[in-house]
């Protein structure tokens, strides 16, 4: 059973289970993948896999990037990754890793960078519920109303929610549960969404907590 693979987030479609269900999935396209780098305790101090993904030109790399990649014998890829190894688990230069790997029924936790939204107000951004709709009130719907005490501190928080810049952060939905497996074309569905838009580059690994 594999325990990580990067893909690319390809959209969301619906599957029917065995037991007659209608299923929201996400389908991934992971893999495949390429060991461009083990990490091992005697020499970095703890265990850890590279791994390589989507080809690329050779002249779109540059050599520290191009050394790195003939030492492990494959050809340059756009993205790696680094992801924790287990302890009875081993990996060499240049194995490939696929999708055949997982399996229907497995729980993966993904990551991937969410969408963008730019700058937002505090409703959109946290959920503030605005003020009130009455009572005199003309242009201060959404606003985010009081900040902070008045005399002691006299000051805003550091870290108190409100507008700012919103999306575009890593995030990880966890406990997805795998609904297709599609080796010949290298596709994974999970139940449920994933971080990012169509395109994006996600991480799958094998769930550590349930």
């Known amino acids: 059973m594999a325990t990580a693979i990067l893909g690319r987030k390809l959209g969301m479609t619906q599957v029917w ?19 461009s780098q083990v990490r091992t305790v005697k020499r970095d101090g703890y265990r850890a896999v590279q791994l390589a993904f989507g080809d690329v030109k050779e002249s779109r790399v540059n050599k520290p990037e191009a050394g790195h ?27 490939e890793v696929t999708v055949a790997g997982f399996e229907p029924g497995q729980h993966v936790h993904v990551t991937g960078t969410s969408k963008g939204k730019g700058f937002q107000g505090g409703m959109k951004r946290h959920g503030f519920r ?14 985010p109303g ?4 008045t005399t002691t501190p006299g000051r805003v928080y550091k870290g108190s929610r409100g507008p700012g810049h919103m999306g575009s952060v890593r995030v990880t939905s966890q406990n997805l549960r795998v609904e297709l497996v ?10 449920g969404s994933v971080p990012g838009p169509k ?12």
């Open 199 to 210: 395109g994006a580059v996600v991480v799958v690994k094998q769930a550590r907590k349930q």
């Open 182 to 191: 599609d080796p010949e074309r290298n596709l994974l569905g999970v139940n």
């Open 17 to 35: 289970s065995d037991d007659d269900r209608l299923i929201p999935v996400t389908v991934i396209e992971a893999g495949p993948c390429v060991v």
């Open 69 to 95: 990649f003939a030492k492990a014998g494959v050809t340059p890829k756009r993205f790696v990754a680094e992801v924790p190894m287990a302890e009875d688990e081993t990996f060499k230069l240049g194995q």
């Open 130 to 143: 605005g003020g009130p709709k009455t009572h005199g009130q003309s242009d201060r719907q959404r606003a």
């Open 146 to 149: 009081s900040r902070s005490s």
